[in-house]
């Protein structure tokens, strides 16, 4: 079909970084012949009645299977790039008109983190923001645990369709003279020159993607010499002299400067402004202008209140009903349950880590026992409250259709009802859930 080449010459103007017309476009087009007639072949292979018509058009039961559409090339981009067929062929529209909305069902309280981060994307998508950079680059500043990381990850889930597209680097692994090779690749006659640089060949890959440098203000110096051509002109070129274009990629670097004045603001010791304004005078005391200047938005995350981390205490909840779920065993926990995980794990000054290690030891860790023993199997309902001294957890098997106090409910159904009436009895199933609720 003619549509096909027009697509072929869209997408790979698009989506084919780092090869030039006409070469990508041919080659995408041949490669959704093979693949239409390998298919074709297959089937002839399985049903014997093949046979051809009348124009020469190989049919298989007599319906022509020989026409190539732009899904056939859709799906050969997707192969070669990672990215998902139907990112391909929807509308970013809708996606990038709620994107905060999409972002804050992962990422718990920061609404002006999440705010600037998805306003930043929308200008780049719009096509008002320089060409020929990334979408967007990001420094993202505050204490461990307030959902830094979880952006990134929500980023690449929502932009790019999974968290494998984020591609994450420890900085402090890369403190020494030789940093900058290892991110770029070494040139010729130098030790390790024929595997690449580690940044360099992921991005050729996953040419869309995220990517997270992780506590940057540990890197060696030479390393922001690299960053800065990154976000100045959207392309690096590697140990082996190969351009590789970032304009597809989102760049954020993290950082914990300044993260204690953060916690003073919560703690009272100072306003969260005066806070804020400490925090970006140690960034611009560490960071040299040149770099902050080239930065879509520099983005500062609070630390967690109480009431966050008990919306953190039921997202993490509610994995593990998934977990479970998928040994075939239903969950049901306490309005208490939840306040004793909250009060036992409760960190402010290292916000949602603490919460899901708590999580991960004292409930994950009971509920493999339960499973691995026999005491819960397929089909059972574990019910969790509190212990009475609202210390510590009650775990117990129930029957397959309970009845339980209102106060008790599925984990997805938590909320906080102050008017409910333990005296008051109802039937709790566990609702099925669908793909994208967690």
Known sequence: QDAAIVAAAQLADRYITGRQFPDKAIDLIDEACSTVRLKIDSQKGVNTT?????????????????????????????RWTGIPVTTLDQEEKEKLI?????????VVGQDEAVKLVAQAVLRSRAGLEQPGQPIGSFLFLGSTGV??????????????????????FDMSE??????????????PSYHGHQDGGQLTEKVRTRPYSVILFDEVEKADPSVFNVF????????????????????????????????EHLTEGVTGERTMEAARDLVMKQVQKYFRPELLNRLSEIVIFEPLSHDNLKEV?????KSVVTSVAHKGVSLLASDDALDVILSESYNPMYGARPVRRWVQKNVMTKLSEML?????????????????DKKGLNFQVLKEEVVVPRGKRPVEELQSDSDSDDDVFEIAPIPKRKKGDY
């Open 313 to 317: 205490v039921k997202i993490q909840m």
């Open 174 to 187: 890369f403190v020494g003279s030789g940093s900058v090779l290892r991110l770029i690749g070494a040139p």
């Open 372 to 388: 691995i023993t026999g005491d819960a199997g397929q089909g059972s309902t574990i019910s969790i409250d509190a212990t009475d």
């Open 98 to 106: 709620h994107l905060a909305d999409r972002l804050h069902e992962r």
């Open 50 to 78: 093949g046979m051809q018509n009348n124009n020469g058009n190989t049919s298989v039961n007599g319906v022509n299977e020989a026409i190539v559409g732009p899904d056939h090339v859709a799906q050969v981009v997707s």
């Open 228 to 259: 800065l051509q990154l976000l100045d002109d959207g392309m690096l070129t590697d140990g082996k002299g190969r351009t590789v274009d970032f304009k597809n990629t989102i760049i954020i670097m993290t950082s914990n400067l300044g993260a």
């Open 147 to 168: 959902g830094k990381t979880e952006l990134a990850k929500a980023l690449a889930e929502q932009l790019f369709d999974s968290e494998k597209m984020l591609i994450r």
